[in-house]
């Protein structure tokens, strides 16, 4: 039995932050119906591709039934409708009004299902001044300071490589449908005006992003700081930085805790400076980042990786290899912990991908297939669960319904 078993959600977002969410439901246990435009995600065009099979779906799309939906024609909408007259869960990610407009917006919705939670996932949210613009991931990175604090201290903000914004926001989503579920079917016992009923969650992929990057608003009010780019330092604590080691290779260490910096300090044949009286204090330990980094970078250069990897696991300090993703590929804890799964496709045979990224002792859910053809799915959850017979599924096809 997983977790969500008998959870149904459908998924009409697109790209990245809302078919997220519905990824890692579907990853334990969820029924998810995953509700694309004839044309397709945007995401089968992302990344790269192999006999013209989009790898990045295969992930993104995985344990989701897969049909295909305009939701833009009335038909369309009323598909919809009828797909959501059931379900637990819809994810959105239009700008706001959208849905409105085609007549399926939530309170359409939850006149006809009470239970609905709709999750609607935008870059601004559903209001303030912003919330008509376009957003992405890209756009919450720069506007939530997260831009302005990534980067070396000499060179301009740096935007993450990857979708940070979306699949932080994505995880927010996920805490926001199971306590919405919650609400709704525990939580509500005691108020009998809500129990049972459904809400919105209104998710704007700048919020949750803002929220990771920890109490720089409070150090503003209270104090008038601006925090500057600090590369791999650490504004509150030190030596915690990249670091090279003999062979090349490169090692993150971190000293968050006062044991573990005196560790480290031992370790790297400089223990003096443990009885400084700076020393006892991580902000005043990062004063002197320069002292404590030549320290640590003098020591780990001189040891090839395993060498350091080693010191540093039996003086129980923290430290870390910089792994490429082949090296994350075959790293022993990663692969000790099955975090990299292989599930085997109808197009590409064994595909290896990320796991789930958290493990339940009863339940720990999994892949129980990737991300299937366009439309793959049509006749299975039209005909079977809507009753539409061949005739007019036919009919939807050549109105470009489906």
Known sequence: MSSLAGLKVVDVAT???????????????????????PRGDPVRTHGYSKDGVP??????GRNKHAVTLNLSKPQGAELLARLVADA????????????????????????????????????????GPYASRPGFGTLAESMSGFAFLNGQPDGPPTLPPFGFAD?????????????ALYRRDVGAAADNAQAG????????????????????PTFYDQLGIIPEREGNRSLHNAPRNIYQCKDGSWVAVSTSAQ????????LVGHPEVIDEPWFGSGRERAKRADLLDAHVSGWIGQHDLDQVISAFEAAQAAVAPVNNVEQVMN???????????????????TVRMPGPMFKLSDTPGGVRWAGRALGADNDAIYGERLGLGADALAKLRSGGVI
């Open 55 to 60: 790898l990045w779906w295969k992930a993104l």
């Open 15 to 37: 790209l990245f932050a809302g078919p997220m969410i519905a990824t890692v439901l579907g990853d334990h246990g969820a029924d998810v119906i995953k509700v694309e435009h």
């Open 197 to 216: 009923r459904g809400q919105v969650v209104d998710l704007a992929l700048i919020d949750p992003i803002l929220g990771v990057l920890g109490p720089q």
């Open 88 to 127: 637990d869960v819809l994810i959105e990610n239009f700008r706001p009004g959208t849905l409105e407009r085609w007549g399926i917006g939530p309170e359409q919705l939850l006149a006809r299902n009470p239970r609905l939670i709709v999750v609607r996932v935008t870059g601004f949210g559903q209001s």
């Open 167 to 179: 699949g932080v926001a994505a995880l927010a989503g996920v805490g926001a449908v199971m306590m």
């Open 331 to 349: 790293d022993a804890q990663y692969r000790a912990r099955g975090s990299i799964v292989a599930v085997e496709d109808d197009e590409l045979g």
């Open 259 to 266: 044991a573990i910096a005196e560790r480290v300090m031992r």
